[in-house]
């Protein structure tokens, strides 16, 4: 069965720091989708990134990055330079290719908080 | 707006009571999803429709009742009720299934804060 890990139950630091959310997935299929979501506070979950299993190159967008390593199952989020506005509850989540009745499976979260 | 619209967006009822959620969309997508959030647990997958036809229901007690009359409408429907059942539920849609999995348009609605008093 698959499993996603979010051991960071919340995190807090101050605006402009540099801060790391770690994923730790389990699966027995080889092909598999790893995905990032943030819900704020209104409640939607609002899509940030897709990752698919054969796809091990990292990716940066502004100051988004996610680093995706096989050999650890994990794929990792870092927000560099942290802004108040980031504060909000982060998901992790992994899909089978098994025709997606299984919808997706969420870690815990990350509740992020950035002080000003 | 997200394009999935949920109401009511709270909602607190007795354990008595009967409710019901809704789920709207019109994005032209044709599965759509309950999901349950509780305090400090995951999302938890509670049923999926595709094409209006249920394809999973996750052994979610029969005091939550699905229905889907169209691809753009998806109700839940509440009926007496526990406390531990006090969370926040999810709609979501995709294009369909396959899609979904995907990730190609997952799209998640405000969600409905449910209290059960």
């Known amino acids: 069965a698959q499993k996603v890990t979010q051991a960071q139950t919340e995190i807090s630091v101050v605006e402009k720091e540099d801060v790391t959310l770690d994923c730790v997935y389990e699966t027995r299929d080889t092909t598999y989708y790893l995905f990032w979501y943030k819900q704020p506070p209104s409640g939607e979950l609002v899509f940030l990134i897709r990752?698919?299993?054969?796809?091990?190159q990292n990716e940066i967008s502004g100051r988004y990055s996610w680093n995706f390593q096989k050999s650890t199952s994990s794929f990792n989020f870092t927000i560099t330079a942290s802004q108040v506005v980031d504060s909000a509850v982060y998901f992790c989540a992994l899909s089978e290719l098994r025709g997606g009745a299984d919808g997706l499976t969420f870690g815990k979260g990350t509740h992020l908080i950035i002080q000003p | 707006e997200t394009g999935v619209t949920q109401t009511p967006r709270h909602l607190v009822m007795g354990m008595t009571n009967k409710k019901s959620l809704k789920c709207e969309q019109h994005?032209?997508?044709?599965?759509m999803y309950w999901y349950k959030q509780s305090a400090k647990k995951p999302l938890e997958l509670m049923f999926v429709?595709?094409?209006?036809?249920?394809?999973e229901n996750n052994s979610v007690p029969s005091r939550f009742s699905p229905e889907c009359p169209n691809s753009s409408h998806l109700f839940l429907h509440l009926h007496t009720l526990q406390p531990e059942d006090s969370a926040l539920y999810l709609c979501?849609?995709?294009?369909?299934?396959?899609?979904?999995?995907?990730?190609?348009?997952?799209?998640f609605g405000s969600g409905t804060r449910l209290t059960v008093v």
């Open positions: 994005l032209g997508h044709n599965a």
């Open positions: 429709y595709n094409f209006k036809e249920q394809t």
């Open positions: 979501a849609s995709s294009l369909d299934l396959r899609t979904g999995a995907l990730g190609y348009g997952y799209t």
């Open positions: 990752r698919n299993s054969f796809d091990e």
